[in-house]
């Protein structure tokens, strides 16, 4: 186990010198082995991208599931070399950043932000970008893997972030931090567990949404800002796209706010669908639907 352990601190240190060309290529290479080994994240990914989009070829589900995989193996990748030079010019990564007022305009009602980010992009980068324009809080659940655990704990904190728990006591917290004018990271497209979100609808499939946002922010009407870190093509960096949500989001039910929020992130996606985690199995955990779209038989 100790041999392991130094193996992977020695991979993740070297990946951290890497450049975002470099890391990029090596996905290329290692997206290759899991398409073609028609592994698990290439499965979900295929099966993801054709319920969605019922309406595209056969070739376009093989060609963008494949594009995905390579996007997933960038933001894993880069992320260390992110981690490693952001804490003192991240706007080294940054090329342009849309709506650069927002999170200041938004900060001006003293009622705190949440950030809502995607898995779409570089959600790493997302993080790290707004905590070093203001006071942050997230959630952080730990990794089973202990190396990689200290390693994205350490990093995601590299520009000022502070990392709570998952269970009530960080969402106490979290509370707090909007009291104080503080901002707050979500990731809206996390899966709940059974019973413990809201049903919805993603690209009209039923999905277990997150009403952590909603219960959050709705007393006070905190604003919500989405964030997205737009991966440029030939390694040439990043492009932040930020934009505040309507209000009226907490004048709507549960329900119509978890709508909201999956119609949002369907507007994100469709800017560059490749780019969104597609992964990721956000179709479990629904209430009421017995059907496991994943089981492979």
Not at 69 to 85: I, N, Q
Not at 227 to 243: P, Q, T
């Amino acid at each position: 186990m100790m041999i392991i352990s130094t193996i992977q601190k020695i991979c993740l240190y070297l990946l951290s010198l890497c450049r975002l060309s470099i890391t990029h290529k090596l996905a290329n290479i290692l997206a290759i082995i899991l398409y073609s080994d028609n592994s698990k994240k290439y499965m979900v990914a295929h099966k993801n991208l054709s319920i969605c989009f019922p309406e595209k070829s056969s070739e376009w589900i093989e060609k963008t599931a494949r594009k995905s995989l390579v996007e997933y193996l960038k933001s894993l990748l880069e992320s260390p070399y992110l981690y490693r030079f952001s804490d003192n010019n991240i706007d080294k990564f940054i090329n342009n950043i849309h709506n650069k007022n927002c999170i200041e305009n938004c900060a001006k009602e003293n009622n705190g932000i949440i950030f809502m980010t995607p898995h779409h992009g570089s959600w790493e980068l997302s993080g790290l970008f707004v905590a070093s324009k203001i006071r942050t809080y997230t959630m952080f659940k730990p990794l089973r893997n202990k190396v990689l655990n200290d390693f994205v704990y350490i990093g995601r904190q590299a520009t000022g972030a502070k990392l709570v728990e998952t269970d009530n006591s960080g969402v106490k917290k979290l509370l707090k931090a909007l009291k104080n004018n503080c901002g707050i990271g979500i990731l809206p497209d996390h899966t709940p567990k059974i019973n413990q979100g809201t049903m919805s609808k993603f690209y009209n499939i039923p999905v277990n949404t997150t009403s952590l946002i909603y219960k959050l922010g709705k007393k006070n009407k905190v604003p919500i800002i989405y964030v997205y870190a737009e991966r440029l093509s030939k390694s040439k960096g990043f492009d932040i796209h930020l934009d505040a949500i309507n209000k009226e989001f907490y004048d709507l039910d549960e329900v119509g706010a978890a709508d909201l929020l999956n119609k949002t992130i369907e507007n994100l996606v469709s800017k560059n669908i490749s780019q969104y985690l597609w992964s990721y199995e956000r179709f479990r955990n629904r209430s009421g639907v017995k059907e496991n779209i994943y089981k492979i038989d």
